[in-house]
């Protein structure tokens, strides 16, 4: 496979979303980081989440109570000890989001300090959503990326795509880069890396209906299992029951906080869609 360039770093990151960009805003202190978009730096899913971000907040809350809600939701195929870890984490990177600047949706009572404003979503018994309007994905993904792009340890190369993870020579043998397709230049290069970082998101965009962008495709899962990873839970694709259809346009994501506040799905003749 021919290259016209070749680029090299401590830590290339497949993928922009919040999970790429909090890597490498994590890592820049230290590190040379390179972080590839697919296509526009902001495409992703990310960037078109509605609801918000579960965390425990309220004082009325408890982990316990969150852990149990993600249990039962994962009708008992969920991992325990990794349900306990996201439900312990997830105020502290709530608040690290907070720091970075992301504005989540605030509200004040009679005599009390303004709040983060909780709302409620399927599967889940507390008010624990913290969102920015229905639109939190909007707040999170610019937030991020402009940090990102601004850190002088972070190259972000946006319609660039790792196609393919190259192993050294050795044994055992490692991952010690990425063949990367530079989609406005046509061309194809190669960027050496002591850390590759697969954050590509899912591969929804299999099947013929999804309300996830047409970037989740499933290329690092790919690339993965063609370099020897094993991979599994292939089968857990998220559908949600809530898209507004139109015939002549694209379908797109009504906020799972309908159904948390209270909305029922009914067919034509009236009765529930899924009442649990």
């Excluded at 971000?53 to 408890?62: L, Q, R």
């Excluded at 009572?109 to 909007?138: C, F, M, N, W, Y």
Aim: hydrophobic share 40%; proline share 3%.
């Amino acid at each position: 496979m021919a290259s016209d360039l070749r680029l090299n770093y401590d830590v290339l990151i497949s993928g922009s979303g919040a999970a790429g960009l909090s890597l490498a805003l994590r890592l820049a202190g230290s590190c040379r980081v390179c972080v590839l978009s697919k296509g526009d730096a902001h495409e992703g899913a990310t960037f078109y989440a509605q609801g918000g971000i579960a965390a425990v907040f309220a004082t009325s809350d408890s982990i316990e109570a969150h852990v149990s809600d993600t249990l039962i939701a994962g009708d008992g195929l969920c991992e325990r000890e990794a349900s306990v870890f996201v439900a312990s984490h997830g105020r502290q990177c709530v608040h690290w989001l907070i720091d970075y600047g992301v504005a989540f949706d605030l509200q004040t009572s009679d005599g009390v300090e303004p709040h983060h404003h909780l709302t409620r979503e399927a599967g889940h018994s507390q008010r624990r959503i913290l969102h920015s309007a229905d639109a939190t994905g909007k707040a999170v993904s610019p937030t991020l990326l402009s940090l990102a792009q601004a850190h002088r340890n972070i190259d972000f190369l946006a319609h660039h795509q790792a196609i393919d993870l190259v192993s050294s020579r050795g044994d055992p043998a490692r991952i010690a880069g990425a063949w990367v397709w530079d989609s406005k230049q046509q061309k194809i290069l190669y960027c050496s890396a002591g850390m590759v970082v697969l954050a590509t998101g899912g591969a929804s965009q299999v099947y013929q209906y999804s309300s996830t962008p047409s970037v989740a495709t499933g290329d690092g899962i790919a690339m993965a299992w063609c370099a020897g990873c094993r991979v599994a839970n292939l089968e857990f694709n998220q559908f949600h029951p809530t898209s507004l259809y139109h015939p002549e346009g694209g379908n797109f994501l009504l906020s799972e906080a309908l159904r948390g506040e209270g909305a029922w799905l009914r067919r034509p003749d009236g009765s529930r869609f899924m009442p649990d």
